[in-house]
């Protein structure tokens, strides 16, 4: 009994070493897939439809200042969306092997521009008459994702994005479709919604065993509540590598949200990228909604008047942006998703000089403060007044 007491005794320093080890081996594991992050500058993400390709100037310019890029279907005239992002993705990662590009790949409804994909899907899609517009009944079509022989073809997709295109993963848009307040609730009612959400749940975790464990899941949107409307994307954080937050002060100061929004958002955001997850913060000129619903003013506007407003209004976004910011979190501004809405602009604030952050965001009411190593922010989020002062 004394023998076999000293034996384990002995053994524990051993196992003790063994369970360090293999801890950082997962650990390694973890960081190898994500992106490189530094808080040198204001850490950027790349987010446009990728269309026929771009030019070798366009690829210089983003494999230098990008870590990090999802590359949509965009405006596909010849070819497939598949292709032409595997083309692209080889283009980048010449440039700069060690960035991550997403892969856009929906999971409530198809894209028209993923042929290839699309001519492989398993019947019909679920097709729900939504409204009646005009004299013609309006409808979207839907993934039958409560069909298993769907999730299989869903993931098996999703596989092909890493292995045959080359892809470090996947985009994955309308993830939270079956959120009880999401379009499966308002056109299936609650409980095919919960179905069919629990459905996608499953669909994300074959995918992400199919692309393999080094391997990305990045899914939009991520949203805080106003105290009106539940939160969205807490769930599917569970489940995926990160998030978008989409639609943070869209709609500029023509349609101001909520100042509780604005806050829990960033609240979710901060709490997200301290769970270890990617958290991407789509800001938007104030222009934004108004020029992209009026055929006049996108008329109107030429590319530098669009560029002049935009470097007018970076600034509260941005501001917003860092009060919450955590490693792995990446900002982006545009006000559109293709290569000419933004996508390729830059703007001073972007070589300026950050540091990492010496704390928290010190709240005073509504208006908040951080400070970093090389800048001071201040955010007034009732007014939307912001400043940050680059040391």
């Not at 949509?72 to 700069?96: D, F, I, M, P, Y």
């Not at 080094?214 to 409307?229: C, E, Q, R, S």
């Amino acid at each position: 009994m004394v023998s076999q007491l000293a034996t384990r005794a002995r053994m524990l320093p051993r196992l003790g070493l063994l369970a360090i080890c293999v801890l950082m081996q997962s650990t390694a594991l973890a960081d190898a897939k994500l992106p490189e992050f530094s808080w040198d500058r204001v850490p950027l993400y790349a987010h446009f439809g990728i269309g026929e390709g771009l030019e070798p100037q366009q690829y210089d310019f983003l494999a230098e200042h990008f870590s990090l890029i999802g590359l949509t279907a965009g405006r596909v005239r010849n070819g497939s969306a598949e292709l032409h992002t595997a083309a692209a993705a080889a283009e980048l990662k010449q440039r700069n092997p060690a960035m991550k590009v997403l892969f856009y790949w929906a999971s409530d409804k198809p894209k028209h521009q993923s042929k290839i994909a699309n001519a492989a899907y398993p019947g019909d899609y679920l097709i729900h008459t939504k409204r009646r517009k005009g004299k013609k009944d309006e409808v979207t079509p839907y993934f039958d994702v409560q069909r298993q022989e769907v999730r299989d073809w869903w993931s098996d997709a999703a596989a092909d994005a890493v292995h045959k295109y080359g892809c470090d993963g996947i985009f994955v848009d309308g993830a939270v479709a079956g959120h009880p307040q999401g379009p499966y609730a308002r056109d299936f009612g609650k409980e095919k919604a919960a179905a069919m959400n629990e459905a996608v749940f499953a669909m994300l975790r074959d995918a992400q065993r199919k692309m393999g464990p080094d391997t990305l899941i990045v899914f939009n949107p991520l949203h805080g509540t106003d105290g009106k409307k539940d939160p969205l994307g807490q769930e599917q954080l569970q489940v995926t590598d990160g998030a978008m937050i989409d639609d943070f002060d869209r709609g500029g100061k023509a349609k101001q949200q909520s100042m509780e929004y604005m806050v829990n958002t960033l609240g979710a955001m901060r709490h997200a990228a301290r769970d270890g997850k990617i958290v991407l913060f789509k800001g938007w000129p104030d222009f934004t909604m108004a020029w992209r619903k009026s055929a006049e003013l996108k008329k109107s506007m030429s590319l530098e008047d669009l560029r002049r407003e935009a470097r007018k209004d970076i600034l509260f976004p941005l501001a917003c942006f860092l009060l919450a910011a955590e490693k792995q979190c990446y900002f982006c501004y545009t006000w559109g998703w293709e290569p000419d809405q933004g996508s390729l602009e830059w703007y001073p604030e972007f070589d300026q000089p950050l540091g990492p952050p010496k704390g928290d965001a010190v709240r005073d009411g509504w208006t908040f403060r951080r400070e970093f190593k090389h800048a001071s922010v201040l955010v007034d989020i009732e007014n939307q007044i912001a400043k940050i002062n680059w040391k």
